[in-house]
Each structure stands twice: as C-alpha cells, then as structure tokens.
C-alpha cells in the first residue's frame, strides 16, 4: 500500500516545490510592484531626516510655509492690485502642485475677479489638516470668502496618522493629528511627535506600532511578508488585488494608494468626514466670512463621468451632504466633462498634467468660480 502512494506522494511534493520555487523567481523579480510587511517600509532612513525635520509642524504633522505675508503661495504681482476676496485650504489640487505660481486656479482667479485670493493649500493635506491650518491662521487675517478644496480620495487620509501606512512608498514620512467622532462631537488626537527633536522615534518599529493603533490603514490589508513560503504569498489577498489594480489601469501611486477601497460606502469614514465639513462652515461664518466647499476634479472621476453619464457616488455623497445641510458647495467633475464636451478637439491630457490639474485646467476651475460668485453676490 505503502509503494503505491509513493508515486503520488513524490508528484504532490515536486508540484508543491516547483510551486514555491516559481512564487521565490517571480516575487523576487517583481516584488517592487507589490506591497509587503516590512517594517523598513515605515521606518524613517537617515537619509530622509533632514527633509523631514525641514517641513515638520508640530500641530500639522508638516507643512509648507512661504516667505509671504501669510505664509501663502506666492502669486503674480499683477494680483496684488485688488481687495483681498478669498482664502483657500487644501491639499496638493488646492496647492495646484506641478504648475508655476501664474498658473494656480487661485491667480487666474484673482484675474478674473479683481481681487486678491490666497492659497494656503498644502501637498499631501487630509481634510482634517487642511480644516486645522484654517482654524490655527484664518482669525490673523481674515478674507470675505474662505475656501475648502477638496478631492475625493481625501477621506482616506483622515483616518491616517502615519502617512506611510497608507503608502509605503510615500516620501511624506511624517505623523500627523486626526479626528475622531466621540459622542456626537470630533476629538482631536494630537499629532503623535510633538517636538522636532523626537523625529528619530520614526526609525523606531516599537514607537511606530504603537502610533498605528489609531491608524484606518495600519496593516489593514495585511500585507504579506516577503520570505518562505512563497507560494503563500499567493493566498493573500492583497497581492491580487494590486494586480487587478494595475491591470484595471488603476496603478498604486502616492496620489491613489487603494484604488479598490471606497471609504464613501463606510458609515464612519463618511460621518467623519462630514462632521469636518460642518465644523469648517460653522467656524467659518462664527468669524463672519462665507464658507465655500470645492470639489476639485481628478482624472479618475472625470472619466468615470464621461463614462457612465453620471456623476461619482463620492461626489453626489458630498454634494447631497451640502444639498442636506444647506453648504454652499462647487463640484468641478461636471464642468470639465462639458468642457471635454463641447471642445471635442481637446483630451484629458489638456486638462490633467502627470497627476494634477493643468494650467488650462486650473483656467476652468477659476471661471466656475468666479461665476458662482457673480452668481451669489460675493463679488
């Protein structure tokens, strides 16, 4: 009995072998394309410390002050002339990273309005970041109108501390605050390093565990270790879903780490975000300006629109949000996709650069704008 499974035995063993030796060529070969647990992943190099300790905010996590009055973006000299009208907070699309100062929506806007308008967006902002940088600066100096900028993917990092843990291949590696809803009301959890000098607990692993307690994406996914066995690797399913991603033409970038999550369908990403926005608007007209909610296109929702005819679920969430709660709110998909429309000689590659909005892009930004303040007598 014994010599007849023999046969059987030895096939089962040479098929489990040259399975674990084809998983060990292949994910050593690519393993740069997919994600695994590795704490040197997190861990801060030495290297990276000194543009780390550079762009580190205590209250923020990091930040980007300029040398101007108010710390904001420069813009053209020819935009100084008017009345100061509008101060916009946000993320890289309100920065309006990869163009020149001239080719923000926030000069071409101040072009068209006759007015000043500061942009205090900030590469790499959550929400909540960008709402904390208007609370701590906007009472200094004060504007008519004052902007949120937003993208969709944004609800993902308000429920980050370490950015890293929402993408390891990130090069912001800094710790930043969050919120979190408590009894009705939002609770801040501090920034978790609160002086320069701690910086060094980011090459930590212990220190590092410890800040992921708070983290949505701390190993959320449960990245596969890269060693024996290999062929597990290929239960995880993680690894397949980057794969698909990336045959979807949906790739893992700093600007779209989980293109397969959609926080907008989970009650408590969604209600956390939601309590930001209310209490960005009731802060903002406590301090009598008019608060303005602007959601900033991304090529991803663009096509999605173009696509199906229908606005992205995260962008009518947000807009029945507003619609709900009486927010006064832009959304700039549709516009580009009239755009797209009417201009039929035109491409997204017009309107989107590498990963950000365009010169001419950030031009149709500014006239939406505009026109919806003509429209609402804040001009």
């Not at 301090?287 to 005819?309: F, K, M, N």
């Not at 549709?334 to 650069?353: K, M, P, W």
Request: charged letters at 25%; proline letters at 6%.
């Amino acid at each position: 009995m014994a010599r007849k499974l023999f046969p059987y035995a030895f096939l089962v063993l040479f098929l489990m072998g040259a399975i674990e030796l084809m998983s060990f060529g292949f994910f050593q070969v690519f393993q740069d394309r997919f994600s695994f647990l590795d704490t040197g992943l997190y861990r801060l190099s030495q290297a990276d410390l000194p543009l780390v300790e550079r762009h580190f905010d205590v209250r923020l996590g990091w930040s980007e002050h300029y040398p101007t009055p108010w710390g904001e973006r420069p813009r053209p000299e020819s935009t100084h002339a008017g009345s100061a009208l509008m101060s916009t907070y946000g993320d890289s699309y309100t920065h309006c990273d990869e163009v020149d100062d001239d080719q923000t929506w926030q000069s071409f806007l101040a072009d068209e309005t006759g007015s000043e308008v500061y942009n205090y967006g900030v590469g790499g902002f959550g929400t909540d970041q960008a709402y904390l940088r208007f609370r701590d600066e906007f009472a200094t100096h004060q504007t008519p109108v004052v902007a949120l900028g937003l993208i969709t993917e944004n609800i993902n990092r308000v429920v980050n501390v370490y950015r890293p843990y929402y993408y390891p291949g990130t090069q912001l590696r800094f710790t930043k605050p969050r919120f979190i809803e408590h009894e009705g009301d939002l609770v801040l959890l501090e920034n978790p390093i609160q002086d320069k000098g701690d910086l060094s607990k980011l090459m930590d692993d212990d220190f590092l565990r410890a800040v992921g307690r708070h983290d949505w994406w701390f190993n959320r996914d449960e990245y596969p270790v890269l060693g024996f066995p290999y062929s597990a690797i290929l239960l995880n399913q993680r690894i397949w879903k980057e794969a698909v991603s990336g045959k979807l033409e949906r790739p893992v970038t700093d600007m779209n780490p989980r293109p397969w999550e959609e926080l907008w369908e989970q009650e408590e990403p969604r209600s956390l975000m939601f309590a930001i926005f209310d209490r960005f608007f009731a802060d903002a007209r406590e301090l009598g300006s008019h608060p303005l909610l602007l959601i900033l296109p991304q090529r991803e929702d663009v096509e999605e629109r173009r696509r199906t005819g229908r606005l992205p679920n995260a962008v009518q969430r947000i807009l029945d949000h507003c619609e709900a709660r009486s927010l006064d709110c832009i959304e700039m998909v549709s516009g580009f996709t009239q755009y797209l429309e009417a201009e039929e000689a035109r491409s997204l590659n017009d309107l989107f650069l590498l990963a950000h909005v365009s010169p001419e892009g950030n031009r149709l930004i500014a006239r939406r704008i505009a026109d919806w303040l003509r429209e609402h007598g804040r001009l």
